[in-house]
């Protein structure tokens, strides 16, 4: 024995009280958060630096993206377009929308700090929508740009420099997106033609296992997204009867795996990142690996410190982010 006084571990809290939810009877849930919700300001003439529209993809299912445009390319050569991101929110699959305060700014800053046309896609919820369906609005999104002549794509995107972009959650859809999209194209090259996706933008991204890995284990108690909060949003977002080693979770896994083979031959590029203050860390690391064993290009950025979602809340940190996507194109313009 060693003398030490045993100290009991921390109680873990509540998942539902965390993520301010509730269980509803039929499955469903209700969102008790209280989140703000911006509305869109299109006025060119208003004193803002980006302008913002909502635009319906699919009325049956209530699908909507949210566009962003920077001010000042109203009044640039109308021969430089800009290049579209295309963008997914976080909230492990269940939280939030386009026009959430914190994700309207953060798309704000992204199309201001990047020079860029941002798409922010407003998928359907889980529970009440499950996996694939996320996956599903996602490509139907990029369809609804490819096909449609919405005035701000037309005149001022750049069709031929587009990237698939996404935090937490919503980087989880962009890389499940990105590899039905290298997918399709292997049956038919010009599946998204005239729109050219030229990499990936994976921000913090949403993965796990059924096994714990290290920096869970380090950060089982983490104040901002404990393990077992993650569990219970896999939970609600999985497909009924499947666990956390299923492909959409755990990214080592299944045909996924497969389909980076065509990413490389398109000659995409993959920026994935994140900070050690992240209980999902070591589930990002290994799926840079993933992607980096299959001789894809992949820009890494783990830095130390900070939370998950902190490239979403902290300025600093997302301004740093901001600056290396801005490289990020830079490269692939080149």
């Known amino acids: ?115 860029s046309i941002v798409v922010s896609v407003d998928y359907r919820l889980a529970p ?37 972009m996404g935090g937490s959650a919503g980087a989880n859809i962009a890389y499940k997106a990105g590899l039905r999209v290298a997918a399709e194209t292997n049956v038919n090259h010009d599946y998204l033609k005239p729109l050219k996706i030229r990499g990936l933008i994976l921000s913090q991204p949403f993965f796990g296992s059924t096994k714990r890995v290290a920096s869970e284990l380090r950060l089982l108690n983490d104040v901002v997204l404990p393990p077992h909060v993650c569990d219970l949003m ?5 497909p009924i009867g499947v666990d956390r080693d299923h492909e959409y979770c755990n990214p080592t896994v299944g045909d996924s795996v497969g389909g980076l083979d065509r990413v490389r031959e398109l000659g995409w590029r993959v920026l994935v990142s994140g900070c050690d203050g992240d209980p999902l860390m070591d589930h990002q690391m290994a799926l840079a690996r993933v992607i980096e ?10 830095t130390k410190g900070g939370c998950h979602g902190a490239e979403v809340r902290d300025l600093i940190k997302q301004k740093q982010l901001h600056d290396l996507i801005k490289d990020f194109i830079s490269f692939l313009q080149n």
């Not at 909507?64 to 377009?81: G, M, Q, S, V, Y």
């Not at 929508?129 to 999104?141: K, Q, S, T, V, W």
């Not at 001789?295 to 783990?302: A, N, T």
Request: hydrophobic share 40%.
């Open 1 to 115: 024995m060693s003398g030490q006084p045993f100290s009991p571990p921390e109680p873990m809290i509540d998942p539902f009280l965390h993520l301010k939810i509730s269980l509803n009877p039929d499955g469903t849930i209700t969102r008790l958060r209280g989140d703000q919700h911006i509305s869109p300001s299109p006025n060119p003439n208003l004193p803002i630096p980006v302008l913002t529209k909502d635009i319906l993809i699919n009325p049956s299912h209530k699908t909507t993206a949210r566009i962003f445009l920077p001010r000042k390319t109203l009044d640039h050569n109308p021969f430089h377009k800009l290049p579209i991101i295309v963008y997914f929110h976080g909230g492990g699959f269940i939280l939030f929308s386009a026009a959430s305060d914190f994700l309207h700014d953060l798309c704000i800053n992204l199309a201001n700090d990047v020079n």
């Open 234 to 238: 896999w939970e609600l977002s999985l």
């Open 293 to 302: 064993e299959k001789d894809v290009v992949v820009v890494r950025s783990f």
């Open 128 to 164: 009440e929508h499950r996996l694939p369906a996320a996956y599903d609005d996602a490509m139907e999104a990029l369809h609804w740009i490819k096909t449609q002549s919405d005035d701000w794509l037309k005149n001022y995107g750049d069709y031929s420099n587009c990237y698939i």
